[in-house]
């Protein structure tokens, strides 16, 4: 064998051994997360009411502006990165333009402030971020990366890459996996937050993704609606929590 095949063949083998022994997560970054197809089938069975466990309640309605019809998905993973993204609607062109951008920043929020022992919905961190508590201006500690967008049609829109990007209202939840460990967020946007949050923890919910308290662990809580608390957020336009109408929004 000549010199030059002998370094080849020894470059292969070494080249060979070490993708075999890399940690799965590092050899299927999205492992376990919902693909592009899967994450478009749990957004419109979501918003029927399809396959929903009877802890999320009787109701097909999630309230809104379009019950919850016209919505952007996207998931991350414990990195940051986007690993899917879609809308339920069979014409992107169809949703909100702008809740693409919102969908990954959800996600990407869900992730980045839970952990293991404690899920926090972006719900949960409405009241904290508004003036005069604790955690005004995090809105702005980590803006979204433009270019990490894809055009309505979805081509694009760099899977694999952290797009960042802060959001404080319903939407967003964390996702985990059978032994109870966090392994990303799910985004989703396009109607109202509080039916955002609603597709949101049912879509988790369908995925059995959910935290190990359970899929209400990180419910949303309304200010005037439940006892204070300061995980609480505002009513919406058509507000309705798992099956259960709770009115409006003050004008």
């Known amino acids: 064998m000549s010199r030059r095949r002998q370094v080849v063949l020894v470059t292969f083998m070494m080249l060979s051994t070490i993708f075999l022994t890399l940690p799965a997560a590092a050899a299927a970054p999205c492992a376990g997360l919902p693909t592009a197809a899967q994450l478009q089938t749990f957004l419109q069975n979501a918003a029927t009411g399809t396959g929903i466990s009877s802890t999320l309640g009787p109701g097909k309605t999630v309230g809104g502006l379009f019950d919850g019809t016209r919505m952007w998905g996207a998931v991350v993973n414990r990195d940051g990165e986007i690993c899917s993204f879609v809308t339920s ?3 992107p062109t169809q949703t909100w ?15 980045a402030f839970s952990n293991d022992i404690l899920p926090l919905s972006t719900a949960n961190l409405y009241l904290l ?18 270019q990490f967008l894809a055009p309505p049609q979805g081509e694009g829109g760099q899977r694999g890459k952290v797009a960042g990007g802060i959001i404080t209202f319903g939407g967003g939840v964390p996702l985990y996996d ?31 993704l959910n935290p190990p308290g359970g899929p209400l662990v990180d419910d949303i809580k309304y200010i005037k609606v ?26």
Request: glycine letters at 10%.
């Open 89 to 91: 609607t069979a014409d």
């Open 97 to 111: 333009p702008g809740s693409q951008q919102i969908a990954k920043a959800k996600a990407y929020t869900a992730n």
């Open 129 to 146: 971020t508004q003036p005069g508590h604790s955690l005004f201006g995090l809105n702005q500690s980590n803006p979204f990366d433009p």
């Open 178 to 208: 059978a032994a109870g460990k966090i392994i990303g967020g799910l985004g989703v946007s396009g109607d109202t937050a509080c039916a955002d949050h609603e597709i949101a923890k049912r879509v988790r919910d369908l995925a059995k």
């Open 226 to 251: 439940d006892p204070p608390n300061l995980l609480s957020h505002s009513l919406c336009i058509k507000t309705v929590r798992n099956g259960e109408s709770l009115g409006d929004e003050t004008p």
